[in-house]
């Protein structure tokens, strides 16, 4: 029978334990680039998911989404402001910068291009045809990244009521976004703020 082996203090298991590196300012840059590069639109969504937690596994879902929410309520292009909070959480202010220069830079040059090309060629219905069928694949990425993380935040009913109330406000009534952001984010704040009755209750303890 073999001795029982001595405690691990936490000390050498810190140290045993494999050291991530971390994720070069390069890598970082070129990663964004790339998605700037390729993504369409409303579809940005999905290849930032596809990038960030398939592929590099820099964030997890929760953390995607809550990434994706302050970028949602952040003045500016909700990618732009994923490179910069991505980019700030693995390597801080300098991650966060070539963050956005990766994402914004192939972007710019690209409209920049196709800028000028377009007004040498907007009578074209050639050029009409190509601008509809970038606009229907956005519309299919962008679909496809809500059924995929989308379920995650519509468990409740009242999650569920408050998209119907929102997209039935834009859509069906034509009422300003800024007019519905105005009436539904209070209303979302009241029911989801912290609740004193969510604390742990001491045994005896009386309901005020």
């Known amino acids: 029978m073999s001795a029982p082996q001595p405690p691990v203090s936490p000390e050498a298991a810190t140290a045993a334990a494999p050291v991530v590196p971390p994720v070069s300012i390069v ?3 070129v990663t964004f680039l790339v998605i700037g ?9 999905a290849y930032l998911r596809n990038a960030l937690v398939v592929s590099k596994g820099w964030l997890d879902e929760e953390q995607f989404m809550t990434a994706l929410e302050i970028s949602q309520a952040l003045p500016g ?14 390597r801080g ?28 060629n907007h009578g074209n219905p050639a050029m009409h045809s190509v601008l509809a069928g970038i606009g229907a694949s956005s519309v299919g990425l962008l679909a496809a990244v809500t ?5 995650k935040q519509l468990e409740h009913l009242t999650e569920i009521a408050l998209v119907v109330i929102t997209v039935g406000m834009v859509s069906f009534l034509h009422i300003s976004l800024l007019a519905v ?15 004193s009755d969510n ?3 001491i045994t005896g303890e009386k309901a005020p």
């Open 37 to 45: 590069a390729t993504s369409f639109g409303g579809g940005v969504v």
């Open 77 to 90: 292009l909700n990618a732009t402001n994923m490179s910069v909070i991505v980019g700030d959480r693995l």
């Open 147 to 151: 059924l995929q993380i989308g379920h």
């Open 199 to 201: 604390r742990p209750k």
């Open 93 to 120: 202010p300098v991650g966060a910068i070539a963050g956005f220069l990766g994402m914004t830079l192939p972007g710019g040059l690209l409209v920049f291009a196709l800028g000028v090309f377009y007004a040498s």
């Open 181 to 195: 952001l105005l009436t539904v984010l209070p209303l979302a704040l009241f029911i989801y703020r912290p609740r």
């Open 27 to 29: 890598e970082i840059f």
